[in-house]
């Protein structure tokens, strides 16, 4: 009996998983694995909100693999060697016998070291499959002489060209070697009171749900709460990107063809993150910023207690939820880089701490890309809190369903209450002065 091993990573599904796919054609049996890696608890990647929804999305995967005849084996350790220890046990044999190894390519400097050592205890047993979480492979499509695109309009129409691979069925039946002990995760920590749960079941209903013909009209609207809340379950491979795109291409409309822009996006990011690693905690392109240093602002910004309402609503939206809408993330970010003019990993290590969609490669890059260290054509950009606020809340619906106690404002009144609620904190930084640090810094008064 010939036995593969399918080494689960961010890619938590049973439909359209190409390692899943390839691991079962390739043998008589499979085990399916997943590794907690104490590595990234190490280096604060464990944050508990993402912690607990990874609690779900392997529970789910696990009942999910047991009615087809399987089981999920989850182990702690190095993932290389804890992968050779199930080979052995699977296999009967000290150096896990002839045991092939399937695991989707990653694109962060981790993965990318995990996927090493892997190669190093399995050689030419260990098997990558690439578009697995990304829709397009990091590296398949590149400019003339560079190797990753710097700007995303030409990537998006090289994107739109490149061929996708078939999207795969869920398997019907999984032959799994018995007698494998499997561990539990241990969740620490404060929860998010909101979270959504995790895993391929909840996913797939929430897909269902959503109306992807509306995206284009309504995904700016903060109030509506319109957009399709996919991202955690992106970010644990839960859905298939592959498969959205193709589902979301059947409806054919303005709303599909925006919402597969965005899936474009994160392949972008993921593309610039696997060039470069280094991109994840250094400028991509340096400004020869010299941020300002003021702990109090850095604590009222994640508190969502800066004096202005619309970027209050996303901080504590996002301390409830473990998640924020994207136009609130695009407002709190640039608030905190370019009004506050705080260094933009402040901010990051600030979302990665909270969110359960924390992708290194979406976080630290949009981030970048609002402190115009990163990808942005325009780097000097500032956007005002209060115009964006009057554009995509209009009524202050938003801000008043996360800061309650201003709800007894009218209208857009909500946006400025240093004119009706004196109680409330006054602005870090005065509405007529919101560009100068930055402008000043830049060398661009």
């Not at 473990?322 to 003019?341: D, E, I, P, Q, S």
Request: hydrophobic content about 40%; some cysteine; proline content about 7%.
């Amino acid at each position: 009996m010939t036995v593969s091993i399918a080494l689960f990573t961010q890619d938590l599904r049973l439909h359209d998983n190409p390692v899943l796919h390839a691991a079962r054609a390739a043998a008589d049996r499979v085990v399916p694995l997943f590794v907690l890696d104490p590595a990234v608890e190490d280096a604060g990647f464990a944050a508990p909100n993402r912690q607990a929804f990874l609690a779900d999305c392997l529970a789910d995967l696990d009942a999910s693999l047991r009615r087809i005849g399987s089981r999920l084996t989850v182990r702690r350790g190095e993932p290389a060697e804890q992968t050779a220890r199930v080979a052995a046990e699977a296999t009967g044999t000290e150096a896990g016998g002839a045991a092939t190894v399937h695991v989707a390519a990653g694109v962060s400097g981790f993965a990318q070291r995990r996927e090493a050592r892997l190669r190093a205890l399995f050689g030419d047993r260990l098997h990558v499959h690439d578009a697995s979480v990304t829709v397009v492979p990091a590296g398949r499509i590149t400019p003339a002489g560079r190797d990753h695109y710097a700007v995303f309009t030409p990537y998006h129409r090289a994107w739109q060209q490149a061929p996708r691979r078939t999207v795969l069925r869920a398997p019907r039946t999984l032959d799994t070697p018995g007698g494998l002990g499997s561990e539990n995760l241990v969740l620490t920590g404060p929860l998010s009171p909101a979270l959504p749960p995790g895993g391929e079941t909840a996913a797939r209903a929430r897909w269902r749900r959503w109306d992807v013909d509306a995206y284009a009209e309504v995904h700016d609207d903060l109030a509506a709460d319109a957009t399709s809340r996919l991202s955690p379950y992106l970010h644990f491979g839960c859905l298939s990107p592959t498969e959205l795109v193709e589902r979301a291409l059947r409806h054919d409309g303005e709303g599909a063809q925006a919402f597969v822009r965005q899936l474009a996006w994160r392949d972008f990011h993921h593309q610039v993150l696997a060039a470069r690693p280094d991109a994840a905690h250094r400028d991509y392109r340096s400004r020869d910023d010299h941020w300002h240093r003021d702990e109090r602002e850095a604590e009222a910004w994640r508190r969502g207690r800066t004096g202005y309402p619309i970027v209050d609503a996303g901080m504590r939206q996002l301390a409830e939820e473990g998640w924020m809408h994207n136009r609130a993330r695009l407002l709190t970010a640039g608030f905190l880089a370019k009004n506050l003019y705080l260094d933009w990993r402040i901010g990051a290590a600030h979302f990665l701490s909270l969110l359960v969609d924390g992708d290194v490669a979406d976080n630290q890059l949009n981030w970048q890309w609002v402190a115009g260290t990163g990808t942005d054509t325009r780097p000097n950009r500032v956007l005002n809190p209060l115009r964006q606020a009057d554009r995509y809340d209009p009524e202050g619906a938003y801000v008043r369903r996360w800061v309650p106690e201003l709800a007894h404002l009218p209208g857009r009144a909500v946006h400025r209450p240093w004119q009706l609620a004196p109680g409330y904190p006054a602005p870090l930084i005065p509405p007529d002065a919101l560009t100068d640090r930055f402008r000043h810094a830049r060398g661009l008064d």
